[in-house]
Nanobody, 120 residues
């Protein structure tokens, strides 16, 4: 099994910054595309950013120029640097990863989420 654990969420004032981390552990042969998603209560989960194993990135228009996704393959860890935060960035942020196991099977996993609250 694979576990994804997010950390780094919290309360910050508008204009401030936070750095989220997502650490993967368990039986991992390789981690392919990883991503950050976010969700408000009663709403659909939405894409924030993704990063491939060779660090090709993709961002939602709403966060371009403010958020930066990165990863450390040696540590099986992904990051999201969030700058110039706005109240509308208040969500639970979830980590997602496609993990290849020792037998070649690839499955997607989700973390349990970390809450980011931006006050005005």
């Amino acid at each position: 099994q694979v576990q994804l654990v997010e950390s780094g969420g919290g309360l910050v004032q508008a204009g401030g910054s936070l750095r989220l981390s997502c650490a993967a552990s368990g039986i991992i042969f390789s981690i392919n595309t990883m991503g950050w998603y976010r969700q408000a209560p009663g709403k659909q989960r939405e894409l924030v950013a993704t990063i491939t194993r060779d660090s090709t990135t993709n961002y939602a228009d709403s966060v371009k120029g403010r958020f930066t996704i990165s990863r450390d393959n040696a540590k099986n860890t992904m990051y999201l640097q969030m700058n110039s935060l706005k109240p509308e960035d208040t969500f639970v942020y979830y980590c997602n990863a496609e993990v290849t196991g020792p037998f070649g099977n690839a499955l997607r996993y989700w973390g349990k989420g970390t809450l980011v609250t931006v006050s005005s």
